[in-house]
């Protein structure tokens, strides 16, 4: 009987956990021109919203993510409870759901002139150089943004705008979207 009870007990366990919050919306994609609002968030205090991305980016080059800042503003009866800008995508931690394809790679090694070998290693008799080689590749994946505590019961506007810091953001291979758990 012990064994049974013990996958009970850990199914019960598994299936009332849910690490990453509870979803409060669904994946919403994010206009880059525009603020964006999610309306009737109904709150309560002690809530703690965490806000996560999910960025699918098609030509992510050596593991390199596009930087992006996520501006918000949270309100209630129009008045602002919290606002900020914190950085997307910053670092590698918190991410889940993720799907990293590489792309077909170029040669390692390139073939060059004895007469330029000579200039570069002069003790060899080796007509190859090897280049850094560079891995471009498609990344899907959810990442944790920010956690805002709620510090009263009532009805929540989120206004938000992502906006792209360099090139790579600014690419139309990459595509952001907005998540909203709840702990």
């Not at 996520?70 to 309100?75: E, G, K, T």
């Not at 004895?114 to 280049?131: G, R």
């Amino acid at each position: 009987m012990k064994p049974l009870s013990l996958i009970i007990l850990s199914s019960l366990f598994i299936f009332s956990c849910n690490p990453v919050g509870e979803k409060i919306t669904e994946e919403a994609p994010v206009d880059m021109q525009l603020v964006n609002t999610i309306d009737g968030l109904e709150l309560k205090k002690g809530d703690i919203i965490v806000v996560w991305s999910k960025l699918d980016a098609s030509f992510v080059k050596n593991g390199v993510l596009p930087s992006f800042d996520f501006i918000y503003n949270l309100s209630m009866n129009g008045n602002t409870v919290e606002n900020s800008s914190v950085p997307m995508f910053a670092d590698k931690k918190h991410i889940i759901n993720s799907t990293y394809t590489k792309q077909k790679e170029e040669e390692d090694e390139k073939e060059i002139p004895e007469q330029q070998t000579s200039e570069y290693n002069s003790d060899s008799d080796s007509t190859k150089v090897e280049e850094k080689k560079e891995v471009n590749a498609s990344w899907e994946f959810e990442k944790k943004v920010t956690e805002i505590p709620i510090k009263k019961d009532g009805k929540y506007t989120l206004d938000y705008k992502v906006k792209a810091n360099d090139a790579d953001g600014n690419s139309m291979f990459n595509k952001a979207s907005i998540i909203l758990r709840k702990k």
